[in-house]
């Protein structure tokens, strides 16, 4: 189970990087349309070549590469568009509370739909990373847009119906394989999705492609590899739970990358996040 634990808590790492990639690609010009576009379609193009060099392809029948092309083109298209936009709408830490809110979602969902592994002694530290994500991320919803509220709970539906449905179909045989149509399915989506709002524009400083590399290949290819190793390991709702860390790792980088003040009230919240992680880990040996 160390290895899942591992993977999980990478995964976590990997998409809270993505915070950065995505301030600094802005800084270079880039429109949020162009930035999903570029970062699913190279996440795809890179997936492809690690298949080809590897000749680690799997074939899968149709439905199957119909079922990853529907959830590329569904879920990531719907989740990238749901964070690009509410983050010009509301504060970062209040859109980042929802990545602490994941775990009970999926946890409840898995347990009610999938007949998961929910059990009692999950209570505690479940509520410790809710509580901790409260407290890092807590501000005052009177400031908050509406819109941008709605489509962070979206955000977060899509999310754990992607979890709790992809993994009895991402797992099978190759998740490798079927990420990388995933990847494909979401690059047409992000060009329906530019093309209607009108943001595919690649006009931007040449320094913004590096930027929008590192956003494709750390915060997409590693980040999603190692979810979906983690979830194989631990199942989806105690992978959720590491998972977690998201918004701790999201926190240190913003500090010591970005420049950001850390307060009491957010420093206490990852301390219980971290607490509520390893009691998990605790309660599993």
Excluded at 18 to 30: D, H, N, P, W
Excluded at 152 to 171: D, K, R, T
Excluded at 193 to 198: I, L
Excluded at 205 to 220: P, Y
Aim: proline share 3%; net charge positive.
């Amino acid at each position: 189970m160390g290895k899942g634990i591992l993977a999980a808590v990478c995964s976590a790492a990997f998409i809270a990087s993505g915070v950065v990639f995505v301030r600094f690609a802005y800084q270079s010009g880039l429109q949020p349309g162009t930035a999903l576009i570029l970062r699913f379609g190279i996440a795809a193009f890179l997936i492809g070549i690690y298949l080809w060099v590897s000749r680690r392809w799997v074939s899968h029948s149709k439905k199957e590469v119909g079922v990853f092309l529907l959830l590329g083109f569904v879920a990531y298209t719907t989740l990238g568009a749901t964070w690009f936009v509410s983050l010009s709408l509301l504060p970062a830490w209040l859109v980042s509370l929802f990545s602490a809110l994941q775990p009970l979602l999926i946890i409840l969902g898995s347990w009610a739909f999938l007949k998961g592994d929910f059990t009692p002694k999950l209570i505690i530290p479940l509520s410790a990373v809710v509580a901790g994500g409260i407290l890092l991320f807590w501000q005052p919803f009177s400031s908050a847009g509406l819109t941008g509220i709605l489509l962070m709970i979206l955000n977060l539906l899509v999310y754990s119906a992607y979890i709790l449905i992809g993994q009895s179909w991402i797992n099978r045989r190759s998740p490798e394989v079927a990420v990388f149509w995933v990847m494909v399915g979401a690059t047409i989506g992000s060009v329906v999705y530019a093309s209607v709002v009108g943001e595919i524009n690649f006009d931007f400083e040449l320094i913004g492609w590096f930027w929008v590399f590192c956003l494709a290949f750390v915060a997409t290819v590693l980040a999603i590899t190692f979810l979906w190793y983690g979830i194989r390991i631990l199942g989806p709702s105690r992978s959720s739970i590491f998972g977690a860390l998201d918004p701790v790792f999201s926190v240190l980088l913003a500090v010591f990358i970005l420049g950001e003040k850390l307060s009491l009230q957010q420093i206490i919240g990852g301390v219980l996040i971290v607490c509520g992680v390893s009691v998990v880990r605790f309660l599993e040996k």
